[in-house]
């Protein structure tokens, strides 16, 4: 099975920040890689998908790079809705298992 | 508009079944495969597995092979997830998530199915 690990689990931030989330793949997954958005009580929301694709309706201060074992999500310019956790999800096989990561928690500074 | 819109919240006992459903809306029924993921209290998201429309058929992650079953109703455009002999650490919201035509990504979700096991 293909293990996802995130760093940081969680990082402090203040509105206007630019913030990196890493995301690594126990092994290759090309540009198989996803990444989701969910705050408390609600469904995941879809952000990048394919490793840098911007999800429709997404604003473009959320951007995706990477591919192969390491990714990474940014957020140009952090807005107060943008607190949340963030999680990625590979789909490399895609009629196999997927994994998330475990997630990354953005609260404020 | 693409809706899915999952059934209520549920309490069961520890060796019961649950079963949760997932109605679909707004698109194409047979052209999107439904997954499942589950999150426990206060942790991350845990994939569950995924059902065709068309065939009915199914892939479940391993730590679920034998306890869970997908299916689907096509004349009701409407997916469940039964899962059995329920223990206190099935306890978690339960969403059914369409994967979309590019890059395998779940595109839209359901709004969640809190599942309780307590005796």
């Known amino acids: 099975d293909i293990q996802m690990t995130q760093s940081p689990s969680s990082l402090s931030a203040s509105v206007g920040d630019r913030v990196t989330i890493t995301c690594r793949a126990s092994?290759?997954?090309?540009?198989?890689l996803n990444w989701y958005q969910q705050k408390p009580g609600k469904a995941p929301k879809l952000l990048i998908y394919?490793?840098?694709g911007l999800e429709s309706g997404v604003p473009p201060r959320f951007s995706g790079s990477g591919s192969g074992t390491d990714f990474t999500l940014t957020i140009s310019s952090l807005q107060p809705e943008d607190f949340a956790t963030y999680y990625c999800q590979q789909t490399y096989n895609t009629l196999g298992e997927i994994t998330f990561g475990p997630g990354t928690k953005v609260d404020t500074k | 508009q693409v809706q899915l819109v999952q059934s209520g919240a549920e309490v069961k006992n520890p060796g019961a079944s649950v079963k949760v459903s997932c109605k679909t809306s707004g698109y194409t029924f047979s052209g999107y495969y439904i997954h499942w993921v589950r999150q426990a209290p206060g942790q991350g998201l845990e994939w569950m597995g995924w059902i065709n429309p068309n065939s009915g058929g199914t892939n479940y992650a391993q730590k679920f092979q034998g306890s869970v079953t997908l299916t689907r109703d096509t004349s009701i455009s409407t997916f469940y997830m039964e899962l059995s002999t329920l223990r206190s650490d099935d306890t978690a919201v339960y969403y059914c998530?369409?994967?979309?035509?590019?890059?395998?990504?779940?595109?839209?979700w359901g709004q969640g199915t809190q599942v309780t096991v307590s005796s």
């Open positions: 092994q290759s997954i090309s540009s198989y």
């Open positions: 998530a369409r994967r979309g035509a590019v890059a395998s990504k779940f595109d839209y």
């Open positions: 394919a490793a840098s």
